[in-house]
């Protein structure tokens, strides 16, 4: 991850590069919603809440509540995608002799 | 004067003018002359209906002979209203038949046409106007002699198997209803229709004459109705006649025959009878609802267009048997204002199609496909009939729709309405098909530069089309009428 | 209103004059039709217009108050917005449909009545199916009839729920309504089924995907919010809706994530965000009903732009599947900004989303609904990471696909400027919104806590998202189709039809088979002596006709007899 790697699809072509084609800052990006997540947990004993339910004031409940939802959401989805997944033509697949019936 | 002798002249104008086609060979002289008839019994229809809603009920003697001996007419606004359908319809048709003539391969024949045309005119008005039995009986074979030659003109070959088929099931109901009447004279000693209504409750409604007779009638105008089972002659008869024979049949034959069952039934054998001491109503309801659904999915799967409307037909009779199945002046006014409304769609739509064949000499609807680039103003009056057929709000077919709904919700059967409902979706279906072929595909190659039809086949059709949203809107003329006869109808019994 | 006109009608008749105007006139003409309606919408004075009695019923064609106003307006500046997208599109009859499927919805926000909701309604699934069909492939063409089939099919239940109404109540006016007859469940399913309920839902991540690029900017806007608005207006406080809701906003959610065609994507998300509106009708106090006045207005507008961001997608590349896009921002840098404020727009502070959805939420809160608040807090961070984070990874960047293509034509640019500089703005300066909205409740979006608990809700998001892509965690995007409920009718459905015909035809045949083969001896003997051998075989059906006729007298005279 150390050293100008430059990595990019299509430099032979000779197109102008994008600042993102360099993974040095794809990894800038990615640490800076890192830091980005920390700070906005340093933020909070320094704000006043108000809050509908008790659970609601729980340390940083927004952010850690955000993360569980979306890393669950993407995992379920995953492991239930492999369940209901068919290939394309699934629909499609006895349209066909369906009509040679009629 | 003349005036008085209105009832008389409304069948005696086409009679006289049938033979006269014949007579002048001419086609352009044989086109007049049908023309005028035609435009005169309107013009006599409305005059009489004006007159009937005034004063009420008009009977008028043939040759002076006093009823019940002599052949009575007699009309009250049920007879107007049949009267009122078949001259109009009739009417609008006949400035079509110049044109769509051409192409059909009959030109050198039109006179004859004319002449049948004029003929079964003359006999569906006379059913509608005779007060005697027997004389509905003669009118009766007059229309359908015509209208079988009428529908062998047609340029397909199995026009001809489509005619002779009908001439067979005909003639099988017009000698059922002609049985029918025997019994009855022979239950009553005599042949007009008010005073067989007098004298059959003297005669038994247990006795077995009396109730064979009304079997045998309800059949024979079941056959000429076609009613579901007893359609089947009609897809061909009406596939293979003529466009312009097609548009008159279906607006104009069947109804006359719904009539025939409306007035037997309900003002000659009387509810009292037909429906209280007969079980009548629960097959015909039976019958009814199984006629909205099976022939309308038979319709889904027609290549024809004109296969599908004949099918459609038979699922829209369905209605009409069903609200006379109801056996209320509700469900007889949706009946009688759906053989209205039903005349005025299925008239626009056959002639929308015989305007199609006009250009592209087919109706098969992989044909039809991107039509309505070609012909934007034929495939137009198509949306406008189709969506009348389907019944959707603002168009004649919604108002037949909305009154049967009523109706059934008056009896407190809401299976019924749901079936009603249903079964337009299948219209939605056999409709959208055809309006899909005609926008959204390509047009096959050879009929890539096809005209739009002319101004003489396409002003009809937008007739009956506008006729389809002006009678959606305004209904206190429809309505008004067929309530007035719906009541009489059932005061009768 | 315009000239007399109701407005809706205003776009429905003018859309009779669209195909005879030439090219540059008919887009101007286009353009300013929704605008004037607009316009008109202004200066309208609330109340009840145009009433007539059809039959014994008051019909209320235009019912003009708060709520009504709202959604008029929202939907005269998506039928703007749309129509500017579609400018460089010269398909009339799209054009025709476009226009008239606005006036239909526009049309039904300001019916008074349940007879005139209807019609709209069913011109609505009439008028939109065209702009599926328009795509003009095969599979569009299907999914538009099963579209078609679902549209038309809950117009028929509203009408029977209105019919049943009017013979129960006597009226056909369309007011609150509580749940408890036929008659309300009816209506309530109708709605249900246009507001995407689950289990009614397929049709909208069926349909909308396969419309046309400018057809599935108009879709986005109207049938479902239209459905909000009846919902809203007719089973406010309905608490069976804050669980369908809650149900609603969740469970899209999993399909958005793995799904691989981007503007499938965004239905699912719809749907989701469809959800949080239910809720709001379901708690029903007025905070909710402006939250969910407020959320329906900024939602359009959003859902809007990410639809035209993909549209323009599609319309350079020719595909928005997730796997063979990435590094579009190099050749669409403008499309990518737009997009990624159309993201932002779903709940960033200082953007429209944010200031529309908290009002929901606290109105949930308010309320004491603390599991329904959890699952709308779990929604929201996942509706932000699948339509937001996802979209724009994957479409403009992600691993470059190789894709090198214009930036999106000029006139799609403007519409997405614009509807982005509508959102910007909207959230920026939020007392212009709750200006608009039906109820007067006083309510500061932008308090410390809450832009920060917010922000923290987004970083989060973005951080699990970044996580998850870094350490390979997220499913690869793949061509597949998911199961969805519709597997019911598109699968089950044909196959059970198929096992009870294989049951009973053997037999149908055979019994058809003894009924001609009698037939045939019955025609033989009755037709001996009338023609040659050929027509015989030709006419046998003339006998069969008989035989129906004997059969049906027979039975008749039995039935009399007995």
Redesign the interface.
């Known amino acids: 991850m150390n050293g100008p790697k430059h990595t990019s699809a299509s430099s032979s072509s000779g197109e102008k590069q994008s600042w993102l084609d360099d993974t040095q800052n794809i990894d800038k990006i990615f640490w800076g919603v890192i830091f980005l997540s920390v700070i906005l947990m340093l933020l909070e004993p320094f704000y006043y809440k108000k809050p509908y339910f008790s659970f609601e004031g729980s340390f940083g409940f927004y952010g850690w509540f955000s993360f569980l939802a979306c890393a669950g959401l993407v995992l379920v989805a995953r492991s239930l995608g492999r369940v209901f997944e068919r290939g394309e033509e699934y629909y499609d697949a006895d349209r066909n002799s369906g009509e040679d019936n009629? | 004067m003349l005036l008085a002798h209105l009832p008389a002249l409304v069948i005696v104008i086409p009679l006289i003018c049938a033979p006269l086609c014949v007579l002048l060979r001419g086609k352009d002289w044989a086109f007049i002359v049908a023309l005028l008839a035609t435009w005169a019994s309107f013009a006599c229809s409305v005059l009489l209906t004006i007159q009937v809603m005034k004063v009420g009920t008009i009977s008028y003697a043939m040759g002076g002979w006093a009823p019940p001996y002599g052949i009575e007419i007699r009309l009250d606004a049920l007879n107007v209203f049949i009267l009122l359908i078949v001259s109009g319809i009739g009417s609008v048709v006949a400035p079509y038949a110049r044109n769509s003539l051409l192409l059909e391969h009959i030109e050198e024949r039109a006179y004859m046409f004319y002449c049948a045309y004029l003929l079964c005119l003359c006999g569906l008005m006379g059913v509608a106007v005779t007060g005697d039995a027997f004389n509905l009986f003669v009118f009766l074979e007059i229309s359908s002699l015509s209208s079988y030659v009428l529908i062998a003109l047609g340029s397909d070959r199995r026009a001809l198997?489509a005619a002779?088929?009908y001439l067979?099931?005909g003639t099988?109901?017009a000698t059922?209803i002609v049985i029918a009447v025997g019994l009855l004279y022979q239950a009553t000693g005599t042949l007009n229709m008010a005073d067989i209504a007098n004298r059959l409750p003297e005669a038994g409604y247990t006795n077995?004459t009396v109730?064979?007779a009304?079997?045998?009638m309800?059949?024979g105008a079941?056959?000429k109705i076609a009613i579901f089972?007893?359609h089947?002659?009609l897809p061909n008869a009406y596939t293979y006649a003529p466009n312009i024979v097609s548009a008159f049949l279906a607006a104009t034959a069947t109804k006359v025959s719904v009539y025939i069952l409306l007035r037997f039934v309900f003002s000659v054998f009387g509810v009292e009878f037909s429906f209280v001491s007969?079980?009548t109503a629960i097959?015909l309801l039976v019958l009814a609802v199984l006629a909205m659904f099976l022939p309308s999915i038979v319709a889904c799967?027609q290549t024809n267009v004109k296969r599908v409307l004949a099918y459609s037909s038979v699922a829209q009779i369905g209605y009409m048997v069903l609200g006379l199945g109801f056996v209320s002046v509700a469900g007889l006014t949706a009946s009688i204002l759906h053989l209205f409304n039903h005349a005025l769609m299925k008239g626009a739509l056959f002639l929308v199609l015989g305007a199609v064949f006009y250009r592209i000499g087919s109706c098969n609807i992989d044909r039809m496909a991107g039509l309505a680039k070609q012909m934007p103003w034929t495939m137009a009056a198509f949306v406008g009939g189709g969506l009348s057929l389907i019944g959707?709000?603002?168009t004649a077919g919604f108002i037949s729709k909305?009154y049967l709904?009523l109706a059934a919700?008056e009896k407190g059967w809401w299976y019924i309405?749901?079936l009603i409902?249903?079964s337009?979706?299948i219209a939605?279906v056999y409709v959208?098909r055809v309006i899909?072929a005609a926008?959204?595909r390509d047009a096959p190659d050879d009929l890539v530069n096809v005209a739009e039809a002319p101004i003489s086949l396409l002003a009809p059709a937008w007739i009956l089309v506008f006729a389809n949203f002006y009678f959606g809107v305004e209904t206190s003329i429809s309505v008004g009428i067929a309530e007035r006869a719906a009541q009489s109808l059932m005061g009768a019994g | 209103m315009l000239w007399g006109i109701p407005p809706g009608l205003l776009l429905i008749l003018g859309v009779l004059l669209v195909p005879l105007l030439p090219g540059a006139w008919r887009k101007a003409y286009m353009t300013i039709l929704p605008l004037a309606g607009l316009w008109a919408l202004a200066g309208a004075e609330t109340g009840v217009f145009y009433t007539f009695t059809f039959?014994t019923y008051e019909i209320a064609p235009v019912r003009i108050d708060g709520l009504s106003l709202v959604f008029g307006y929202i939907f005269h500046i998506a039928a703007i917005l749309s129509v500017v997208f579609a400018w460089h599109n010269n398909d009339t009859?799209e054009q025709m449909a476009g226009l008239a499927y606005a006036g239909s919805g526009i049309g039904a926000v300001f019916a008074g009545d349940l007879?005139t909701l209807?019609?709209y309604w069913?011109a609505m699934a009439t008028t939109s199916v065209f702009l599926i069909?328009a795509r003009?492939s095969d599979s569009a063409?299907r999914a538009g009839m099963r579209y078609?089939?679902i549209q038309?099919?809950s117009g028929?239940l509203l009408?029977?729920g209105a019919?049943l109404m009017a013979?129960q109540t006597g009226s056909v006016a369309f007011d609150k309504m509580t749940l408890g007859n036929l008659a309300t469940w009816l209506i309530l399913i109708a709605f249900g089924i246009k507001c995407a309920f689950p289990f009614f839902h397929n049709w909208l991540p069926d349909a909308y995907p396969e419309a046309s690029v400018t057809g599935t900017v108009f879709l986005s806007a109207f049938t479902t919010k239209c459905a909000v608005y009846v919902l809203a207006r007719g089973f406010p406080g309905t608490e069976l809706l804050i669980y369908v809701g809650a149900a609603m906003a969740a469970f899209p959610l999993f399909y958005a994530a793995i799904e691989n065609d981007l503007r499938r994507v965004l239905a699912y998300s719809l749907n989701n965000q469809l959800g949080f509106m239910v809720v709001g009708v379901g708690v029903g106090s007025a905070l909710a009903i402006n939250g969910v006045a407020a959320h329906a207005f900024a939602h359009i507008l959003y859902k809007s732009l990410l639809f035209m961001a993909m549209g323009a997608v599609l319309y350079r590349v020719g595909t928005v599947k997730a796997s063979e896009l990435g590094g579009l921002h190099k050749s669409m840098p403008l499309t990518t900004i737009f997009c990624i404020i159309g993201a932002a727009s779903i709940s960033t502070p200082l953007f429209a989303g944010f200031i529309a959805k908290s009002l929901t939420l606290s109105a949930a809160a308010k309320d004491g609904y603390p599991v329904i608040w959890l699952i709308l807090m779990f929604a929201s961070a996942g509706v932000f990471l699948v339509s937001g984070v996802k979209i724009v990874y994957f479409a403009f960047f992600a691993n470059d696909g190789g894709k090198r293509c214009k930036e999106a034509p000029l006139n799609m640019q403007i519409a997405m400027g614009l509807t982005a500089i509508l959102c910007v703005v909207i959230g920026v300066y939020s007392p212009w919104l709750y200006s608009l909205l039906p109820n007067d409740v006083a309510y500061e979006p932008y308090t410390l806590s809450h832009v920060i608990n917010q922000l923290q809700t987004l970083i989060f998001s973005a951080l699990a998202f970044a996580l998850l892509i870094r350490f390979k965690f997220y499913p690869p995007a793949v061509n597949s189709i998911y199961l969805d409920f519709d597997i019911t009718y598109r699968k089950w459905l044909p196959v059970l039809y198929k096992w009870i015909v294989s049951l009973v035809s053997p037999g149908w045949k055979s019994m058809l088979q003894d009924l001609r083969n009698g037939l045939h001896r019955m025609v033989a003997y009755m037709f001996r002596h009338h023609g040659p051998e050929g027509i015989l075989a030709?006419?046998w059906?003339?006998g069969?006709?008989?035989l129906?006729?004997a059969l049906?007298?027979g039975?008749?005279?039995l039935?009399?007899?007995s």
């Open positions: 009629r | 198997t002779y088929q067979v099931m099988i109901g059922f077995r109730i064979a009304f079997a045998f309800v059949i079941g056959l089972p007893l089947q002659w007969l079980p097959p799967f959707v709000p603002l909305w709904i919700l309405v749901v409902v249903v337009s979706l939605v959208f899909e926008y959204f | 039959f009859v007879i209807f019609i069913e069909w003009r063409f078609l089939i038309v099919g028929v009408l029977s019919i013979h030709r006419t059906p003339t069969s006709m008989a129906w006729v049906l007298l039975g008749f005279l039935i009399y007899y």
